[in-house]
């Protein structure tokens, strides 16, 4: 089994070391910065919030896909955005027994991939967790988790080599409740990108805390009318994650010792693309619960300020946080 990680960057230069240390064939495809980078410092470095350290080298790197191979496994490790121009060449580098894991955060990004990619077998997975790129080929994981993919012959086989070399991924039967489960979360990259701070500092304020559970509400109120499933990432259920957010801080801080148990500097990916003053993936995110509630009638005003706000930051303005926070 060959594996390629397509568009590999924060994410996906992370799950490729993953997999390279569990002995499979990894190669990358990924931008002449990230190939130069990786064979200047002799490997991918990753390491945990933890205080884990590992390296090592991809079987192979490309930077366009004329001389690429032809893959079993391709994890799509783009950005939103960038899927649907990247359609013809994942149909190049694939066969009709290729599995391609679509691992992007949000809804709505692979929509035409079904269309684009005919006689592939498309899935969609998840990482649960934070990787911050450093310097010197360098990718940090700030939260805990693992990488969640979809059951299948590949993953299997996957998630069998990595418990051979002490790894571990987690394999479901239903993503869709996973991906409705992770939108929960990533609900909060957006605050996590206007208010500027590290995700435990940030959680640390109850007003901010505030803001995020009202625009949680709305998307559990849009999972109810909508018949949607959703996955627990927390100790606690779901509904009850807004709930514990709003408590007042010293009862928060006892509560939810695992939602604040994480690298004092980690910070969500939205914060990285702004700083990068890249585009935002807002519109998959926040933007789609907005969508949603639209389609069921589901009021979701926080959401729509906050999708306003980011577009905002996009442009270059700024954005006052305190407006969000108002009376919260
Ligand atoms: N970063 C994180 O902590 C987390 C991210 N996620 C999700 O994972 C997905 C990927 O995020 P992330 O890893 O941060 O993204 P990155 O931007 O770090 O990685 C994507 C990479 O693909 C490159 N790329 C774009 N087009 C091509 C192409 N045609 N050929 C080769 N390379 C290409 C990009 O280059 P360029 O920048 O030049 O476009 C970039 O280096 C997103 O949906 C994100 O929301 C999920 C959990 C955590
Ligand atoms: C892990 C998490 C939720 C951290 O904010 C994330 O998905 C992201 O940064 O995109």
């Known amino acids: 089994m060959n594996i390629a990680i397509y568009g590999a960057g924060s994410t996906g230069c992370y799950l490729a070391t993953e997999l390279l240390l569990a002995g499979l064939d990894v190669s990358l495809i990924c931008r002449k910065r990230i190939k130069h980078n990786i064979i200047d410092n002799k490997g991918i470095h990753i390491s945990d919030y933890l205080g884990m350290t590992q390296s090592a080298m991809p079987t192979k790197m490309f930077t366009d896909v004329e001389h690429a191979a032809q893959f079993d496994v391709v994890f799509v ?4 955005h960038q899927l649907d121009s990247n359609y013809p060449n994942l149909l190049k580098i694939t066969h009709a027994n290729s599995s391609i894991i679509f691992m992007q955060n949000g809804l709505g990004s692979f929509d035409n991939a079904h269309q684009l990619l005919p006689q592939r077998q498309i899935y969609q997975g998840i990482t649960p967790f934070n990787v911050l790129q450093l310097p010197n080929a360098h990718f940090h994981k700030g939260t805990a ?10 993953t299997l086989q996957i998630s069998h080599a990595m418990k051979q070399h002490g790894l571990s991924c987690q394999l479901h039967d239903d993503m869709a409740a996973v991906i409705n489960g992770k939108l929960l979360l990533n609900l909060n990259n957006a605050l996590n990108a206007m208010c500027d701070l590290p995700i435990q500092a940030q959680l640390k304020q109850r007003p901010l805390r505030r803001v995020l559970a009202q625009a949680m509400q709305e ?4 999972c109810q009318q909508a018949n949607r499933p959703i996955t627990q990432f927390t100790k606690v259920p779901p509904k009850w994650v807004p709930v514990i957010l709003s408590l007042p801080d ?4 006892m509560l939810a010792k695992s939602m604040l148990d994480i690298d004092p500097k980690a910070r969500s990916s939205m914060w990285e693309d702004l700083q990068a003053k890249r585009i935002t993936e807002i519109d998959y995110l926040n933007g789609a619960v907005v969508k949603l509630g639209q389609q069921y009638h589901v009021a979701t005003p926080i959401n729509q300020r906050i999708c306003a706000a980011i577009k905002r930051l996009e442009q270059g303005e700024t954005v006052d946080i305190s407006q969000l926070t108002a009376n919260r």
């Not at 490790?77 to 939103?80: S, V, W």
């Not at 998307?219 to 849009?222: D, R």
């Open 77 to 80: 490790t783009l950005k939103c």
């Open 145 to 154: 988790g693992q990488f969640i993919w979809p059951r299948c012959d590949h």
């Open 250 to 253: 010293g009862l928060f801080s």
């Open 219 to 222: 998307w559990l109120k849009v």
